[in-house]
């Protein structure tokens, strides 16, 4: 929610900052993408040999402290502005690099599936209550500073809910009794995650993802008060913020609600319909943001649907990329897993694509001679975002790929995982402690593939 508060008020954040461009403007999202990515595999060792709910709570509470800072940076201070919202991205580490590896040790099977589901509705329901939120409390307090000053105090109420409330489960403690891991060197874990193609191709297609929402979430309510102006239609930015906001919410609810439920039912019939979904959801949702683009210069609702189905089929992969990774990764190298895919799909997806679109957007309005006029942004930005429709199709491949070696990564880890007798043979292993088990077997593992 935090996050895409900015993107809900953009537009009078670039005016207060004395006429940003949409590069400049773009660098906000990058600033905070980076920290956020740099911070994640720190906070993802510590979350596979720590306590990981004090670690989200002390997380939580610096994201609160520095978005509520970030509100008060006069005009003339636009670097503060932007390294504070910087700063926010060390919180945010905090939780996603940890929060899902505590669901995947309190449930398995159907019902991590479920678990992740409901957990992954945050992020696209979070989204579009930014936009909601930001904008509404901006045009009523007349201030967009106001904005960013409702989610600290909800950050604060879950530090006191995580402390009191949550459970510390044991690692692994969803795999059954029979489990013995222990922590093996960091070096050990990283060679591993590589080989591990399932988890890397996932990844990359994630980051896929990752680059055509973080351009759309951060970009697309512009694009869209531009084309409203090109038509001729008095509607403000922060309606058009506001329309956003509902359809990332209802798109992301019925996307991660569809993405999830399906995957569970047709495991029943074929062990790999995890990443073909998320290579279907991804390869159709190509036509839909095309043909979104196209449109908006002619049909406001039309735009408006097809930017729905796009974001729906975008949105099936969120929990289901998350159960790919739970499953094929042992639980004492899940924490290290979340966030090498964070630091990998934030630092080519959605750290870059506001800013790469932007400065394809620039470049174009930048030759005519008032750059800033909506008859000229409009046809600069649509042009720009074609590149998400390219970025999709490359996830779709990635994902299909990843459909040829989840069922082994699968196998293997959960052989891993339990220690069984008939993996320490085919390794050529004798009688080993823990420790020692799991080194051997990454090392066999790493120099077979």
């Known amino acids: 929610m935090d996050r895409f508060t900015v993107a809900g008020v953009l537009i009078d954040v670039k005016s207060y ?20 990515m740099i911070f994640s595999p720190i906070f993802g060792y510590m979350g596979d040999r720590y306590t990981r709910k004090y670690i989200m709570a002390v997380g939580i509470f610096l994201w609160s402290a520095f978005t509520l800072a970030s509100s008060f940076v006069p005009a003339d201070y636009f670097w503060a502005f932007v390294l504070l919202r910087a700063l926010v991205g060390i919180g945010e580490a905090s939780y996603s690099t940890i929060a899902p590896t505590i669901i995947a040790d309190l449930f398995s099977s159907d019902m991590r599936t479920t678990a992740l589901m409901v957990f992954y ?13 930001g904008s509404k409390v901006a045009e009523l307090l ?7 000053r409702v989610t600290p105090g ?46 890397m191709l996932s990844s990359v297609g994630f980051t896929c993802v990752a680059f055509v929402t973080g351009a759309l979430a951060f970009l697309a309510p512009t694009f869209m008060y531009y084309a409203t102006q090109i038509q001729g239609q008095e509607i403000s930015d922060s309606t058009v913020s506001l329309i956003f906001g509902g359809i990332t919410v209802a798109a ?3 996307g991660v609600a569809c993405g999830a439920e399906i995957a569970r039912r047709y495991k029943r019939i074929n062990p790999r319909a995890d990443p073909l979904i998320c290579a279907i959801g991804m390869i159709t949702c190509a036509p839909f943001l095309f043909f979104s683009l196209v449109l908006s210069r ?14 729906v089929l975008l949105c099936l992969n969120w929990a289901v990329t998350a159960d790919i990774l739970l499953y094929v990764v042992i639980p004492t190298r899940r924490s290290l897993a979340e966030s090498v895919q964070i630091l990998l799909s934030h630092a080519l997806g959605d750290a870059i694509s506001p800013y790469i679109i932007g400065q394809i957007a620039d470049a174009m309005a930048n030759k005519h001679p008032d750059p800033t006029r909506p008859f ?10 074609y590149l998400t429709t390219f970025v999709c199709v490359i996830g779709g491949g990635c994902y299909l790929a990843t459909a040829i070696y989840v069922e082994r990564d699968k196998r293997e880890a959960e052989e891993i995982t339990h220690g069984q007798t008939d993996v320490l043979d085919n390794y050529g292993n004798g009688t080993l402690d823990d420790g020692a088990y799991v080194n051997n077997v990454a090392d066999q593992h790493i120099h077979s593939a």
């Not at 969803?174 to 222990?182: A, I, P, T």
């Open 154 to 199: 909800l950050g604060v109420i879950c530090v006191i809910l995580i402390i009191f409330y949550c459970e510390e489960p044991k690692r692994g403690m969803s795999e059954g009794s029979d489990v013995h891991l222990s922590n093996t060197s960091l070096t050990t874990d990283l060679k591993t995650l590589i080989y591990n193609k399932s988890f």
């Open 17 to 36: 900052y004395h006429g940003l461009g949409n590069s400049e403007a773009g660098s906000i999202q990058t600033a905070f993408i980076c920290t956020y």
């Open 298 to 311: 002619y049909s406001i609702g039309v735009t408006w649907l097809l930017i729905f189905v796009g974001e």
């Open 376 to 385: 000229v942004q409009f046809p600069a930005m649509q042009t720009a975002l």
């Open 121 to 133: 509705f945050a992020i696209p329901v979070g989204s579009g209550l930014g936009y909601i939120v």
């Open 252 to 254: 992301g609810f019925i």
């Open 142 to 148: 007349s201030s967009w500073q106001w904005a960013l």
